[in-house]
């Protein structure tokens, strides 16, 4: 009876919850901190900066002479389009 100090269920009740609800944020936190080093610094994958990196690429290659005139208009096409 006074061994509990007066918690009761309640107290027990509100242990549970709190030590599940500090687990998944535990676990949350490793997930996001993996995902956010897997994906690095930079911007994400496959979006704008991308394909303007790709273009900026494909146009030093051709200034370079490494690609002709038509390679580099097709491959500026699948690029853009």
Do not use: C, N
């Not at 918690?7 to 996001?32: A, C, D, E, P, S």
């Not at 991308?50 to 290659?61: D, G, N």
């Amino acid at each position: 009876m006074w061994g509990d100090y007066g918690m009761g269920w309640g107290w027990g009740y509100f242990g549970v919850v709190h030590m599940v609800l500090w687990w998944v944020l535990i676990i949350l936190g490793i997930v996001v901190l993996v995902k956010w080093l897997a994906v690095g610094f930079g911007p994400s994958r496959g979006g704008p900066a991308t394909e303007s990196r790709a273009l900026e690429v494909l146009k030093e290659r051709y200034a370079r002479g490494e690609i002709g005139k038509e390679e580099f208009e097709q491959k500026k096409r699948d690029l853009q389009g």
